[in-house]
């Protein structure tokens, strides 16, 4: 069984980056401790079922056909109706950004290679349990983020070359529920499939408004 876990169980942890060593008891919003609870459950089938079990935890996943509600999309769609967008935390947030493509990429990795069973001294199951994160290892900060998105939304031609992002910008406090940083320590997805995210943030933003110019014409 794979399942989405999700850099969210991290709260609002200070070391960075986070790894699956890390304590992940802090959740600062109810969406993390369901997170949480989904990778205990899981825990609980792999040792009484003898069930393999991999959690992934993704960190901010974006690109075409993505989730509306996500920050770059609905930045995307309230520039376009000339609304202003809020900028949390005065933009002091960072944020490790995946591709979809890289997602899918170790999705499929993991997919391919469950954990293998084994029994304890007991006699009884060792859980088949191993939970990874996958991130792309590179936080960007919240307004270079806004400016990458407004440069490829520019070029794309989803927006007009004289658009006046200053005009339609506001930098705003910390939501609860929110973290400043998301920071994956991806290495040992890398130790164990071989495989780290490669797409820049850039590459990706620049997928994304394309599709979206397409999409949406
Ligand atoms: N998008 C992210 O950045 C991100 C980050 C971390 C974790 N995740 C996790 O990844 C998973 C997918 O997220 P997403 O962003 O693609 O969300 P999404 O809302 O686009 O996709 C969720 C899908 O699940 C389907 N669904 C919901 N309830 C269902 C049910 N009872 N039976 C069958 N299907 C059901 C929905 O129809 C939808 O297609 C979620 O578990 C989410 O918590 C996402």
Redesign the pocket.
Known sequence: MV??????VYGGNKKVPFSTDDRVDNPVSL?AAT?KSNELMAHCYSKLYNIPSTGL??????GPA??PD?AYFGFTNKLLKGQIIQIYNYGNCRRDF?YVDDIVEGITRVMAMAPAKQTGEDGLPIPPYKVYNIGGGQPENLLDFVNILQEELLRAGVLPQDYDFEAHKQLVPMQPGDVPTTYADATALERDFGFTPKITLREGLRHFAQWYKEYYG
């Open positions: 399942y989405a876990s999700s850099s969210s969406y997170k935890r993704f960190f901010t996943v974006y993505g989730r996500m995946t």
